[in-house]
C-alpha cells in the first residue's frame, strides 16, 4: 500500500505528492520515526532551533491518517533511561574523617 508522510507544522501541512510503498503500519511507524530524526539531526547539524511541535502525519491511499507521529514524541523516545547509581551508605566515623582531612 502507499503511503504519504505529509509534515504538520503548527497550521501548516507540508504534503508528501509521491508517497511510498510500504507492507504495513509497524514499517510506517519506522520510517516515520526515521525521517524524524533525520529531520532533526539536519536542523541541529545546520544550528537551526528544534521545532517539537511538527508531526508526521501519514495517510493512506484512501486519504485517511493512519498515524500521527510527534517529532517530540520520537525525541522522548530517543532519550535513553539512565538507572540510578545507588551508593552504599558510610559510616558516620569514616565520613567524618574523611571531611575532616586536609590537602
Known amino acids: 500500500m502507499r503511503y504519504f508522510f505529509h509534515v504538520r507544522q503548527h497550521s501548516a501541512l507540508l504534503k508528501?505528492?509521491?508517497?511510498?510503498?510500504?507492507?504495513?503500519i509497524d514499517i510506517v511507524l519506522q520510517e516515520?520515526?526515521?525521517g524524524a530524526r533525520d529531520i532533526m539531526a539536519e536542523r541541529l547539524k545546520q544550528g537551526c532551533p528544534l521545532d517539537v511541535n511538527t508531526t508526521?502525519?501519514?495517510?493512506d491511499e484512501a486519504g485517511s491518517v493512519v498515524l500521527s507521529l510527534s517529532f517530540a514524541s520520537v525525541l522522548l523516545?530517543?532519550?535513553k533511561p539512565i538507572e540510578?547509581?545507588?551508593?552504599?551508605?558510610?559510616?558516620r566515623g569514616k565520613a567524618a574523617t574523611a571531611s575532616s582531612r586536609r590537602p
Open 77 to 79: 523516545m530517543s532519550i
Open 16 to 24: 508528501d505528492d509521491d508517497g511510498i510503498e510500504l507492507d504495513g
Open 56 to 59: 508526521f502525519e501519514v495517510h
Open 84 to 91: 540510578p547509581q545507588i551508593h552504599a551508605p558510610q559510616g
Open 32 to 34: 516515520a520515526t526515521a
